[in-house]
């Protein structure tokens, strides 16, 4: 009978997990607090599983994944503006980006 899985794995992910949560939570909630129609609260929610399973990839695929977020973002931001599909940047949801950027750093970034 052996450890559970959880206590087999190296704790050093888990906790850098962890720290990773809480590091983009606040930086959300940072930038939340400075500009509250810039990002809402939905996104400083959802910034904390994000920075979750960001962190447990590792801090350089915490680091890409939290500025691809913006960056994907801004294009996507960018197309509407000049497409005249909407009227302000503030119709653009974040959390999207945020999903999708998750998504290219777990597959792209090693």
Not at 25 to 37: C, D, E, N, R
Not at 42 to 64: H, I, M
């Amino acid at each position: 009978m052996g450890a559970p899985l959880i206590f087999s794995q190296q704790p050093d992910d888990f906790v850098r997990a962890l720290f990773s949560a809480v590091i983009l939570f606040a930086v959300y909630l940072i930038l939340a607090l400075i500009s509250p129609g810039g990002i809402g609260m939905g996104d400083v929610k959802l910034a904390a599983p994000v920075g979750l399973y960001l962190g447990y990839l590792g801090w350089s695929q915490l680091l890409y994944g939290g500025l691809l977020g913006f960056i994907v973002n801004g294009v996507t931001t960018a197309v509407f503006l000049g497409g005249k599909r909407r009227n302000t940047a503030k119709e653009v949801p974040h959390g999207p980006a945020m999903l999708g950027a998750l998504a290219l750093t777990a597959l792209l970034i090693q």
